[in-house]
């Protein structure tokens, strides 16, 4: 699937590049897993969130080291976009960011490889590149949300089965983003944990 990052690795020599557009778009609100009201975040914050944009332009490449180590790469550009409601001012206002993003660089590993199945295990760093120090046009710190980067250096660990029959196919993928230590702004960013699954017919 486009969407799977690492979900195959390549022959000693191949090479791969690609480009992927992502879209994000968010306009509700939460407290933990309870949707909550604009009115309720307005009685106690002086700024409301309304909702946030993003689009990130992910360039990756994938090359063959040998037939069991494909080295990969990744880096991307973000461009964000949050409104939000001042009850001080009884305005809305737009916070805005665009840069690069973090830079990825890791391996995949073969771990079984046969006609009918493959296991793959991948690992990656995560470098610090993407901004923590965008701001608005006052000169106020954008909140962590708004920046380009996680100011850490990040480690990620996932692991890939894909199973392929006669007419059709199937597999799944989990992986998860460890964050090492803190950034120069004294925070870290939460870590993330995924699961995917998919399957497919000729």
């Known amino acids: 699937p486009i969407g799977i990052m690492a979900d195959h690795s390549h022959n000693k020599n ?4 690609s480009h992927r557009l992502m879209i994000m778009q968010m306009n509700r609100l939460f407290n933990g897993a ?13 700024v409301t969130p309304k909702d946030m944009e993003m689009y990130m332009h992910m360039l990756g490449a994938m090359w063959g080291y040998s037939n069991n180590i494909t080295l990969t790469a990744m880096l991307n550009y973000k461009s964000n976009k949050m409104s939000m409601y001042n009850k001080m001012t009884s305005t809305a206002t737009n916070m ?6 973090d830079l990825k ?6 771990v079984n490889d046969t006609d009918s199945e493959q296991l793959l295990v991948n690992s990656a760093i995560s470098l610090p590149v993407g901004s923590i120090e965008e701001k608005n046009d006052a000169g106020n710190h954008l909140p962590y949300g708004m920046q380009l980067g996680s100011g850490t250096y ?13 007419n059709y196919s199937y597999g799944a993928q989990i992986n ?10 004294d925070y870290t960013l939460g870590n993330q944990y995924t699961l995917n699954g998919w399957a497919q017919k000729l």
């Open 14 to 17: 191949e090479a791969m590049v």
């Open 34 to 46: 309870t949707e909550i009201s604009d009115s309720s975040v307005e009685a106690d914050y002086t």
């Open 96 to 101: 805005n960011s665009d840069g690069l993003g």
């Open 105 to 110: 660089v890791g391996a995949i590993f073969k």
């Open 154 to 166: 990040d480690l990620i660990l996932g692991s890939t089965y894909n199973s392929h029959k006669s």
């Open 176 to 185: 998860g983003i460890f964050r090492l230590g803190k950034n120069s702004n």
